[in-house]
């Protein structure tokens, strides 16, 4: 069969190896695709995978060998999994390849809103430690998170494992219920309604998915009943706030900091209203990126088409 990768640059930007794909079947990579471009790319293809690149009901009607599609992500909204479902086409996703690494970025995140190190750094480099007439000096107030409140808003893999972080950090973790009958046990989770976590918290970080009800979940009446003195996480998906909401809060001292590794429209225009507001971090979907993550993102989804051309079909979205 013949296998078109159509956009594996982030995936693979040259550390890792194609090497288990290629021995599955006839295989293409493409760094990137742009959209006049896919039709042609994956004409010819029986199995395609994506991780951005979007697969629309119009462009898979146009793709009359396709039997297979392979989403290099969690999300799949790139994929019109219903147009393809009808057209008797799986779709598959990577369910799980980043928890550590992105729990890990959470507090990478939440560390640098604590200390500003890198700005501290920068000051050292550029000559003011050496002007001072102190053995030490700081340029933001310095927070300890022992003590601290964690609010978690999703507590699927990754919302667990940074409650367990957060417990290390001896900071108190609480988390908004899933909606069942019964919660599931997280030792060290506290559950609680919506309203008291945002307003317990000394930082909430977010962990939904982006569906219809979570879109600009986090937004000016939802800000306002939080700390001012609370930070905001978001490694889950841009649009769970309205940045316009958030970047006046951050502007007017109404929080105290967000860090952010998701924004709304990525690659993001320069009219973000979140570029140059202050105590803002935004770093660029990064937090899944870890060559240990990509890694085992490749494994599994090599392992998803080697299940498919063995008569089985695994982590598939659109069954």
């Not at 004409?43 to 994506?50: D, M, N, P, S, Y």
């Not at 490749?298 to 982590?315: K, S």
Request: overall charge negative; charged content about 20%.
């Amino acid at each position: 069969m013949k296998i078109v990768v159509l956009d594996g640059y982030t995936l693979n930007p040259g550390d890792l190896n194609w090497k288990g794909l290629e021995e599955l079947g006839e295989t293409v990579i493409y760094d990137r695709t742009p959209s006049d471009e896919i039709i042609r790319r994956a004409a010819e293809a029986e199995i395609v995978l994506t991780n951005k690149t979007p697969l629309s009901a119009d462009t898979l009607s146009q793709l009359p060998k396709l039997r297979y599609i392979g989403v290099l992500a969690t999300g799949y909204n790139v994929v019109d999994i219903q147009a393809a479902k009808e057209r008797g086409i799986p779709v598959t996703n990577i369910p799980a390849y980043g928890t550590n690494s992105v729990a890990q970025f959470v507090f990478a995140l939440l560390l640098e809103l604590c200390h500003r190190t890198q700005w501290h750094s920068d000051a050292v480099h550029g000559g003011e430690w050496s002007r001072s007439i102190d053995f030490c000096f700081t340029k933001t107030p310095q927070v300890e998170l022992a003590g601290k409140t964690l609010g978690l808003i999703g507590l699927g893999r990754i919302g667990t494992q940074t409650a367990r972080i957060a417990r290390a950090f001896d900071m108190r973790v609480i988390a908004v219920g899933s909606g069942r009958s019964v919660p599931p046990q997280v030792e060290g989770v506290e559950w609680v309604e919506l309203n008291a976590l945002l307003e317990q918290s000394d930082v909430v970080s977010l962990h939904c998915p982006l569906i219809p009800s979570t879109e600009k979940f986090i937004n000016a009446e939802r800000i306002s009943r939080m700390k001012p003195s609370a930070f905001l996480i978001n490694t889950s998906r841009g649009p769970l706030i309205e940045e316009k909401d958030l970047a006046a809060a951050l502007n007017e001292g109404r929080l105290a900091g967000a860090a952010l590794d998701v924004l709304s429209v990525e690659p993001p225009t320069q009219d973000n209203p979140l570029f140059g507001a202050q105590n803002c971090i935004i770093t660029p979907h990064m937090a899944w990126a870890t060559r240990d993550a990509r890694a085992r993102l490749l494994d599994t989804a090599v392992g998803n088409v080697r299940a498919f051309l063995e008569g089985r079909t695994v982590h598939v979205v659109n069954s």
